[in-house]
Every structure is written in structure tokens, then in C-alpha cells.
């Protein structure tokens, strides 16, 4: 089953990943510097952090795949899948969610899409 993705969910992915990057760095500038002691601790911080940022890319990559699979026609609000949708209205770029309920175009829902996917 393809991963549940939103925009909201995009941008804290993002977020976390560049605060667990940041906290990678740290954690092994912190073993090279430390004292031997403190060196251990400082190593097993950044095998820690080196693990959760290596997941957190790979929740990226599945992101990025299921939205490229679907032709970036994800809701931006909940990120139900409207490639299937047909339009009810008279111009054919508009579509209504039906799980959500709230109406977007095809192309701007494509270009937010590409541009949130496209940030990291």
C-alpha cells in the first residue's frame, strides 16, 4: 500500500530531515573533537542519527515515487489520488475531491506538487 502523503506531511518530512542532518553533523564533528571518553558517546549519537536520517530519506524516496506514479494529481489537502476523477463543471481542469470535498485544478495541484517534491 503507497505511503499517505499531504503537503503538510511533505514539509515536515523536510523539516526533520534537515534537523536529524544537522544533528548527524554535530554528533560526528563531536566524536573527531571530544575527549576519548566522551568520544563513544558522541559515536553512538551519530550511528542514532545516521539511522533516522537513512529512513527519513527513504520515506522521501517513497513520497517522491508516489507522487510521480500518479502524475502529481494527489489532493494538496489530504492527498487522495484524483487522476481518476472526472470533472462535473463545465471547465475540465477543475476537480472536487471526494474524499475532502474541497476544488482544485488539475495543473495547479500538478505544480504544487512538483514544487514541493522538487524543495529537497
Known amino acids: 500500500m503507497p505511503p499517505t502523503v499531504n503537503l503538510k506531511s511533505i514539509r515536515r518530512l523536510r523539516a526533520w530531515t534537515i534537523v536529524v542532518a544537522a544533528a548527524q553533523a554535530f554528533s560526528f564533528v563531536g566524536c573527531v573533537v571530544a575527549p576519548t571518553n566522551l568520544s563513544t558517546y558522541f559515536f553512538a549519537a551519530s550511528l542514532v542519527a ?12 517513497q513520497v517522491s515515487r508516489t507522487t510521480h506514479g500518479r502524475d502529481y494529481l494527489l489532493c494538496p489537502h489530504c492527498g487522495y489520488d484524483t487522476s481518476g476523477v472526472t470533472s462535473t463543471n463545465a471547465n475540465a481542469d477543475s476537480v472536487r475531491c471526494p474524499e475532502c470535498g474541497k476544488a482544485s485544478t488539475r495543473t495547479e495541484m500538478a505544480r504544487m506538487w512538483k514544487k514541493e517534491v522538487r524543495r529537497l
Open 50 to 61: 545516521g539511522f533516522v536520517f537513512v529512513s527519513l530519506l527513504w520515506r522521501w524516496v
